[in-house]
């Protein structure tokens, strides 16, 4: 078995361990999806079943069947086709696949009814992905009339389901050493491609143009695809909070929002910075971005095995609503401030979420069944992006403030004895930010 799949192998047996006795877990990756006519979108294998598999092909399915005695995993892809793979490209098939992704049996897709339908005669209990209901259910139904046809004969059908996806969740959410090391090298990549960004920028360019350079450092660094769809917005366009347009052309006064990050071997980096196209921040913007920088840096150095994961928020929050009332946005006490989220008028959003093969990853942010904030753990990856946004038609500050929207983003891994910045690479400071923009202009 090689390394790789050493890594595979035991993430399938957390599965396995986490399964009661007598039980089948079923996960499945989709087809391709049409983009236009005959034209496929680039495909992407569902993120748990690429998680228990490395397999990176459509049309599959895995099978972990556990019993008293014993447990089997059982992949099942589609078959080698010589005529297929002239045009479309080279298929594993389910002889090859045995060996290479060491699981102990494979068959053809096709065959999936008919050894579901054998594999549940029996069982007490199935774990199916609630969140693709609507895809499994006719399948799963499907299966039990075969399996309930058998009752003259003694054959019982599962009289049990649980959510897979809650327990691939929580095991997803601590990330294993394969993949901090693959977040380490998306961070690397995406942090160099927000440096290029801002080394290239200056008065006119289109924002277009800037997601270009994004794109170019992703691909010539071995990740060919963005995480999510680049947010590239100058001016009044960094009060979108999902802009993605990105046809706008900058203008010399104006700050550029980019928010972008690539998927390097499934692995998601999410960085945001916010920085002036012509070099350096007004005096507006600066004030601005010395409130968003605090409230990020503090909510960072906060973070530690053990601590709430809302005091992460709590703290940005309370840092960002003391700069609001300095600014003039905002009267009144801090405390009730908060306590009435009038804050929310110019931060809307959450101070991060979990990052991992997605983007926004899965896993609980409060404890299960309760209403109390999970605490944070070693291996636990997430972001802290505090912001502040001034609707450009705001006329309740003052005309300078007008159209400002700075928002500033890190990937942090919790580590044993606090946490590691895996994109501290970027230029936050004023002074560094005001050295590197334009610098390749």
């Known amino acids: 078995m090689t390394e790789l799949n050493a890594v595979y192998g035991a993430r399938r047996q957390r599965l396995l361990d986490a399964m009661p006795n007598n039980s089948v877990a079923l996960v499945l990756t989709g087809p391709e999806q049409v983009r236009s006519n005959d034209c496929d979108y680039h495909f992407r294998p569902n993120s748990d079943f690429y998680y228990l598999t490395g397999f990176e092909e459509p049309e599959a399915a895995l099978l972990l069947k556990k019993a008293e005695d014993e447990a089997t995993v059982t992949l099942f892809c589609r078959p080698k086709d010589t005529l297929r793979e002239i ?71 599962p009289e049990s389901r649980l959510d897979l996806d809650a327990v691939l969740a929580e095991q997803r959410l601590i990330k294993d050493a394969h993949e901090i090391a693959l977040m380490r090298t998306a961070a690397k990549i995406s942090a160099d491609a927000h440096s ?89 913007q600066r004030a601005v ?76 942010y409060r404890v299960a069944g309760e209403k109390t904030w999970r605490n944070l753990e070693a291996g636990m990856v997430l972001t802290v992006e505090p912001a502040l946004y001034v609707a450009i038609d705001d006329e309740t500050v003052d005309a300078k403030w007008r159209g400002i929207g700075v928002r500033i983003e890190d990937d942090i891994l919790v580590t044993d004895s606090g946490y590691e910045n895996l994109t501290a690479d970027v230029p936050k400071s004023i002074d560094a930010i005001e050295a590197l923009v334009g610098s390749r202009a």
Request: a negative charge; charged letters at 25%; hydrophobic letters at 40%.
């Open 87 to 157: 045009w479309d490209g080279r298929r594993v098939g389910p002889d090859a696949a045995k060996e290479r992704f060491a699981v102990d049996f494979t068959f053809e897709i096709a065959e999936l009814d008919q050894r579901m339908g054998e594999a549940l005669c029996d069982t007490d209990v199935v774990l199916l992905s609630q969140l693709r209901q609507e895809e499994i259910a006719p399948m799963f139904e499907s299966w039990m009339a075969v399996v309930r046809a058998q009752r003259k004969q003694g054959v019982r059908a």
């Open 196 to 284: 290029r960004a801002m080394a290239v920028t200056k008065p006119g360019i289109w924002e277009y143009q800037v997601e270009a350079e994004i794109k170019h450092e992703f691909a010539m660094n071995g990740a060919r695809h963005e995480a999510y769809n680049s947010i590239v917005g100058s001016g009044e366009n960094a009060c979108i909070l999902h802009y993605v347009e990105n046809n706008g052309q900058t203008q010399d006064g104006d700050l550029l929002l980019i928010d972008a990050g690539c998927e390097y071997q499934m692995y998601a980096a999410d960085i945001t910075r916010t920085f002036p196209v012509n070099g350096k921040f007004s005096e507006a």
């Open 289 to 364: 971005y010395e409130v968003v920088l605090k409230a990020q840096e503090a909510a960072i150095d906060v973070i530690a095995p053990g601590v709430s994961y809302d005091r992460i928020h709590d703290t940005a929050v309370r840092i960002l609503t003391e700069g609001m009332v300095e600014l003039g946005w905002l009267v009144g006490d801090v405390d009730e401030l908060i306590e009435t989220e009038a804050f929310k008028k110019y931060y809307m959003h959450g101070t991060g979420h979990w990052l991992g093969i997605d983007v926004h990853d899965v896993g609980d």
